[in-house]
């Protein structure tokens, strides 16, 4: 009995985190640390990305999103390329296309003021 109420607690837990579904990905590469988030759970079609950019030197960047999935059986390679919009304190925010269900590359191309260029590479995954 104190298992399942036990069980019962934790599933109950574990619901109300995947209500909060906020996205929310952090990613440490190439010497850029970086939060990758979405208001809503990713999903096969339309995502409204939003990426903070952790310091100064990316306040005023060019950022650019590209997500990829190779080519699977009967499946060919899908991609998405989006110029995210500058919303301020370091964030970017763009939409792309998630057509599939799956792992996807998810490739952020940053060109800093000062001409710097930045590539980040995660997976999204849904
Ligand atoms: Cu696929």
Request: glycine residues 8%; aromatic residues 8%; charged residues 15%.
């Amino acid at each position: 009995m104190k298992t399942l109420t036990k069980a019962f607690i934790i599933t109950l837990l574990g619901a109300t985190l995947l209500q909060a579904a906020a996205f929310t990905q952090n990613i440490h590469s190439h010497g850029v640390s970086a939060t990758v988030s979405s208001n809503q759970a990713l999903s096969a079609g339309s995502n409204t990305i939003v990426v903070k950019l952790n310091g100064a030197q990316y306040k005023d960047a060019k950022v650019k999103l590209r997500a990829f999935m190779p080519a699977m059986p009967g499946m060919p390679a899908m991609k998405s390329m989006a110029k995210a919009t500058n919303i301020g304190n370091g964030k970017y925010r763009a939409r792309l296309n998630l057509a599939m269900a799956g792992t996807w590359q998810l490739f952020i191309y940053i060109t800093t003021k000062n001409g710097e260029h930045k590539r980040v590479k995660t997976f999204l995954n849904f």
